[in-house]
């Protein structure tokens, strides 16, 4: 199913046939099948679909930190599924910045510091690096706990953290695997608000999983996914 | 800097498991140390020969003495630059514990062919002037606190009687390796002092327990050795002529076993602390999975994570290494002071520290290379689904 639209121009994620399964023993467990999908520059799409649909491995494929057995991605005309694992390592550091559910924050470094981490694979000077970092933590307004570290930051606080890193290097794409898994619905719905008003503010291309109807509801267009195939997209036209 | 921040914080995560890991390091590393010290000691005397020096004692066994006469003869074989004699005395200080080597010999030829034992002139002078005097080293007459003057008694056991002598100098080590733990004294005394015994042995009065002999050129040891047998050969006291190195390796060898042990021991211990280390590192990445999988995705490359995980372990077994080896310098000095005489030469060498130091970076190598191959080659959806 081929979700993009004929008018619009080149799209940065163009996915065709894309297809992933996994061997669990002797079993094959198909998780996508013939995927087709085009996304545009700028857009906000939520991946949504029942558990085991293969919403998260799309958007690990998206992400580059998992290869297809079939079809192909390109992400702004590059097919990364014909990239070696140290290219794609590249690719990504330059190319995607990643939300976890779970924030995936280093505990012994602070939250400046985890911010910087993506930073280390630039040749920004040292100062650049604290410059990019005082932005970012100004944009999820964490200036004042930049110092601080993870266990001393509540989740919505992590998680924004988690958002300034994966905004530091300004990649072209966002993906954000259930970002508000994690937290209640007061702190999940500012998270959220956040990313909404950063892809206003920046038109970064954003991709999210989530199980969450309301989260979806803040994307442009929702994808949904049963049994490793596209069923349906939705435009909310925000 | 950042990246070094994450690695120091890392190592010391875990404060307790560090800890444990780091007391077991310093411990395995002292303890090696400690093992090859005691094994240099042993082989000490060997290490401190001269090349230019040989023995010669009877051939038949070290406890058959060798006519006086036999001297002269071997100052006449080519390439002979001078020669010595020593009979083993082997009296007691008040109590056998107190066991410390005593030597009955020639002191100017023997003070010749020993530069090493540094001796005042004026004490030297006097030691040659008086047929009662005797010589000790430095740190055994810091042991029993003896000063130059002072009259040394000793019980003989091979020469019955008491035998008292006035002591005439403290010879200092020319260096580490120098014995400073014997007494030495007039050969002369000896021998006078048996021979006006009622019913004393001729044949002992005037015998050598070993000749010491100097040559021009080490090279010609074997040579000149062949030379010193051949002028005995078929005689009733027949001789052995070997370099003073191969003639103190013979005691060693005595207890070959004891040491082959030892060493045996020092490389278990460390073999043992890495298992130990392999396992403390191999829990620390199984761990850690999610924050390298976070790392991998952010774009960070295989091997920078195993570099990251391998300096971790480097930086562990580098501070338990240099904490053991700190250790091990006081330690081994109070175990030199304990065995006292019965290892007279009981140094940490510079070979050791070296090796210490090898065997802690082995140690992290070894420790790290299983995790760091598991995490070079794990898959990073599995790793970020990780549970530490």
């Given at each position: 199913?081929?979700?993009?639209?004929?008018?619009?121009?080149?799209?940065l994620?163009?996915?065709?046939a894309?297809?992933?399964?996994?061997?669990?023993?002797?079993?094959?467990?198909?998780?996508?099948?013939?995927?087709?999908?085009?996304?545009?520059r700028?857009?906000f799409?939520a991946?949504?679909?029942p558990?085991?649909?293969?919403?998260?491995?799309?958007?690990?494929?998206?992400?580059?930190?998992?290869?297809?057995?079939?079809?192909?991605?390109?992400?702004?005309?590059?097919?990364?599924?014909?990239?070696?694992?140290?290219?794609?390592?590249d690719?990504?550091?330059?190319?995607?910045g990643?939300?976890?559910?779970?924030?995936?924050?280093?505990?012994?470094?602070?939250?400046?510091?985890?911010?910087?981490?993506?930073?280390?694979?630039?040749?920004?000077?040292?100062?650049?690096?604290?410059?990019?970092?005082?932005?970012?933590?100004?944009?999820?307004?964490?200036?004042?706990?930049?110092?601080?570290?993870?266990?001393?930051?509540?989740?919505?606080?992590?998680?924004?953290?988690?958002i300034?890193?994966?905004?530091?290097s300004?990649p072209?794409?966002?993906?954000?695997?259930?970002?508000?898994?994690d937290?209640?619905?007061?702190?999940?719905?500012?998270?959220?608000?956040?990313?909404?008003?950063?892809?206003r503010q920046?038109?970064?291309t954003?991709?999210?999983?989530?199980?969450?109807p309301?989260?979806?509801?803040r994307?442009e267009?929702?994808?949904?996914?049963?049994?490793?195939?596209?069923?349906?997209?939705?435009?909310?036209?925000? | 800097?950042?990246?070094?921040?994450?690695?120091?914080?890392?190592?010391?995560?875990?404060?307790?498991?560090?800890?444990?890991t780091?007391?077991?390091?310093?411990?395995?590393?002292?303890?090696?140390?400690?093992?090859?010290?005691i094994?240099?000691?042993w082989?000490a005397g060997?290490?401190?020969?001269?090349?230019?020096?040989?023995?010669?004692?009877?051939?038949?066994?070290?406890?058959?003495?060798?006519?006086?006469s036999?001297?002269?003869?071997?100052?006449?074989?080519?390439?002979?630059?001078?020669?010595?004699?020593?009979?083993?005395?082997?009296?007691?200080y008040?109590?056998?514990?107190?066991?410390?080597?005593?030597?009955?010999?020639d002191p100017?030829?023997?003070?010749?062919?020993?530069?090493?034992?540094?001796?005042?002139n004026?004490?030297?002078?006097a030691?040659?002037?008086?047929?009662q005097?005797?010589?000790?080293?430095?740190?055994?007459?810091?042991?029993?606190?003896?000063?130059?003057?002072?009259q040394?008694?000793?019980?003989g056991?091979?020469?019955?009687?008491i035998?008292?002598?006035?002591?005439?100098?403290?010879?200092?080590?020319?260096?580490?390796?120098?014995?400073?733990?014997?007494?030495?004294?007039?050969?002369?005394?000896?021998?006078?002092t048996?021979?006006?015994?009622?019913?004393?042995?001729?044949?002992?009065?005037?015998?050598?327990?070993?000749?010491?002999?100097?040559?021009?050129?080490?090279?010609?040891?074997?040579?000149?050795?062949?030379?010193?047998?051949?002028l005995?050969?078929?005689?009733?006291?027949?001789t052995?002529?070997?370099?003073?190195?191969?003639?103190q390796?013979?005691?060693v060898?005595?207890?070959?076993?004891?040491?082959?042990?030892?060493?045996?021991?020092?490389?278990?211990?460390?073999?043992?602390?890495?298992a130990v280390?392999?396992?403390?590192?191999?829990m620390?990445?199984?761990?850690r999975?999610?924050?390298y999988?976070?790392?991998?995705?952010?774009?960070?490359?295989?091997?920078f994570?195993?570099?990251?995980?391998a300096a971790?372990?480097?930086?562990?077994?580098?501070?338990?290494?240099?904490?053991g080896?700190?250790?091990?310098?006081p330690?081994?000095a109070?175990?030199?002071?304990?065995?006292?005489?019965?290892?007279?030469?009981?140094?940490?060498?510079?070979?050791?520290?070296l090796?210490?130091?090898?065997?802690?970076?082995?140690?992290?190598?070894?420790?790290?290379?299983?995790?760091?191959?598991?995490?070079?080659?794990?898959d990073?959806?599995?790793?970020?689904?990780?549970?530490?």
């Amino acid at each position: 199913m081929n979700a993009g639209a004929d008018a619009l121009p080149p799209p940065l994620i163009r996915i065709r046939a894309l297809s992933k399964a996994y061997q669990r023993g002797a079993q094959h467990i198909p998780v996508l099948q013939g995927v087709d999908l085009d996304v545009q520059r700028g857009e906000f799409i939520a991946l949504m679909g029942p558990s085991g649909s293969g919403k998260s491995t799309l958007l690990n494929l998206i992400a580059g930190i998992d290869q297809p057995d079939g079809g192909c991605i390109e992400i702004d005309g590059i097919d990364i599924a014909g990239l070696s694992e140290g290219e794609l390592a590249d690719w990504r550091a330059a190319n995607v910045g990643f939300i976890f559910q779970f924030y995936n924050l280093l505990p012994v470094l602070s939250a400046a510091e985890n911010i910087e981490l993506p930073l280390l694979l630039t040749d920004l000077t040292r100062r650049q690096r604290r410059q990019h970092v005082d932005a970012v933590l100004a944009m999820v307004r964490l200036s004042d706990r930049a110092g601080h570290y993870p266990n001393e930051l509540s989740g919505g606080q992590q998680q924004r953290v988690a958002i300034a890193r994966a905004l530091v290097s300004d990649p072209q794409l966002i993906v954000a695997d259930e970002p508000t898994g994690d937290l209640d619905r007061v702190t999940g719905g500012e998270v959220l608000s956040l990313l909404a008003e950063l892809h206003r503010q920046l038109g970064k291309t954003i991709v999210m999983v989530t199980h969450d109807p309301r989260a979806a509801e803040r994307a442009e267009r929702l994808v949904h996914l049963e049994k490793g195939v596209l069923v349906a997209g939705t435009a909310f036209g925000h | 800097m950042l990246l070094l921040r994450l690695l120091l914080k890392n190592a010391f995560r875990h404060k307790l498991r560090s800890a444990l890991t780091l007391i077991g390091l310093v411990v395995a590393i002292c303890a090696f140390g400690l093992l090859r010290t005691i094994v240099d000691a042993w082989y000490a005397g060997a290490e401190a020969s001269a090349s230019t020096r040989l023995v010669t004692r009877s051939a038949v066994s070290l406890t058959f003495p060798l006519p006086l006469s036999y001297g002269e003869r071997i100052r006449a074989v080519q390439g002979v630059s001078g020669v010595s004699w020593a009979n083993w005395f082997g009296g007691v200080y008040v109590t056998e514990r107190n066991f410390f080597p005593q030597f009955a010999v020639d002191p100017t030829s023997y003070l010749a062919l020993y530069p090493e034992y540094v001796l005042p002139n004026v004490q030297r002078q006097a030691f040659l002037r008086d047929r009662q005097g005797a010589i000790v080293g430095r740190k055994l007459a810091d042991k029993f606190g003896w000063r130059v003057g002072d009259q040394i008694p000793l019980r003989g056991t091979i020469y019955p009687g008491i035998w008292s002598f006035t002591l005439r100098g403290i010879y200092n080590g020319v260096d580490a390796s120098t014995d400073e733990q014997q007494l030495l004294f007039h050969w002369k005394y000896l021998s006078e002092t048996i021979r006006q015994r009622p019913g004393a042995n001729p044949a002992r009065v005037d015998s050598v327990g070993v000749y010491i002999i100097g040559i021009r050129e080490a090279d010609d040891a074997a040579l000149i050795s062949q030379r010193i047998d051949a002028l005995f050969r078929n005689s009733l006291a027949e001789t052995l002529t070997e370099t003073e190195k191969a003639f103190q390796l013979s005691f060693v060898s005595m207890s070959e076993a004891i040491l082959v042990a030892l060493q045996a021991v020092s490389l278990i211990i460390v073999v043992i602390i890495m298992a130990v280390m392999a396992n403390t590192m191999t829990m620390t990445a199984r761990e850690r999975l999610a924050e390298y999988a976070t790392l991998r995705v952010l774009g960070f490359s295989p091997g920078f994570v195993v570099r990251l995980l391998a300096a971790e372990s480097l930086l562990i077994a580098l501070v338990g290494g240099l904490l053991g080896i700190a250790l091990t310098l006081p330690l081994a000095a109070f175990v030199g002071q304990a065995v006292g005489t019965l290892l007279p030469v009981f140094r940490v060498s510079e070979l050791t520290l070296l090796l210490q130091l090898l065997a802690a970076l082995l140690v992290g190598v070894v420790a790290a290379a299983w995790p760091a191959w598991r995490i070079s080659r794990f898959d990073i959806v599995a790793g970020l689904r990780h549970v530490g």
